[in-house]
């Protein structure tokens, strides 16, 4: 069964350090999303693309977050440099369109702990 | 303001009772799409059921079913014959139009379901 890849599962940095989160959506879906979600609460949607295009990234804290799909299929979502704030869990997921009927399958996240 | 609201931070029911997860939301849109997902201790999030805003039938998936009511911008989670698999994290979710024909997901805080034997 297609899924949404992530890699890795979980991450560890210290502050101050660099991280780099990628995720391989499901074949043919041309909308990905990358979602922040901190313990206890909803995920809250960080960027979405559609094929190489940023659709909205308006809740993704530019000065230090960065997300990029480059050739529309893969993407990575990057940390520089990394606040004990940013420890939580990233999902990406992915969907054929940006309809509003469209349904999203997410990957199983990377779980990210800043120290 | 929250788009979605879900009241209920913890919800417990017995083994093969009905159980109703409440989801409120809030858009002036009149085209939307309403969405529940389940995320058990694993981590990954599962797609449940979908109710559009057009829709005149509460949209039904096996055990789960929608109960859509529009004027009170409510979308209620029903599970009925609860089982301990479904013992998770709940979310209510929105698609709500952000101009281009794009739909933009927002999600709940969720309810945490617990099932008991």
């Known amino acids: 069964e297609a899924e949404v890849a992530q890699s890795p599962r979980y991450k560890i940095t210290e502050k101050s350090q660099a991280v780099a989160f990628w995720c391989d959506p499901i074949?043919?879906?041309?909308?990905l999303y990358w979602y922040r979600q901190i313990l206890g609460q909803g995920p809250e949607l960080l960027v979405q693309?559609?094929?190489?295009?940023?659709?909205?990234d308006s809740q993704l804290p530019k000065d230090r977050f960065s997300a990029e799909r480059l050739k529309g299929v893969d993407s990575t979502l990057k940390i520089q440099p990394a606040e004990l704030g940013d420890s939580a869990m990233y999902l990406c997921?992915?969907?054929?369109?940006?309809?509003?009927?469209?349904?999203?399958?997410f990957g199983q996240g990377t779980r990210l702990t800043v120290v | 303001a929250q788009k979605i609201t879900q009241t209920q931070p913890g919800m417990f029911v017995q083994e093969k009772e009905a159980v109703t997860l409440d989801c409120t939301y809030d858009?002036?849109?009149?085209?939307?799409?309403l969405f529940w997902y389940k995320q058990p201790s694993s981590g990954e999030m599962i797609f449940l059921i979908y109710q559009g805003s057009y829709d005149e039938q509460n949209a039904t998936e096996g055990r789960y079913s929608l109960n859509f009511q529009k004027a009170r911008k409510s979308a209620n989670l029903v599970i009925s014959a609860s089982q301990l698999g479904d013992s998770a994290m709940y979310f209510c979710?929105?698609?709500?139009?952000?101009?281009?024909?794009?739909?933009?997901?927002?999600f709940g805080r969720g309810t945490s379901l617990i099932v008991h034997p």
């Open positions: 858009t002036s849109d009149q085209s939307y799409g």
């Open positions: 693309f559609q094929d190489e295009s940023v659709v909205d």
């Open positions: 979710a929105m698609r709500e139009g952000s101009g281009g024909g794009s739909y933009i997901p927002t």
């Open positions: 074949s043919g879906h041309a909308t």
């Open positions: 997921a992915s969907s054929l369109g940006l309809g509003r009927n469209t349904e999203a399958f």
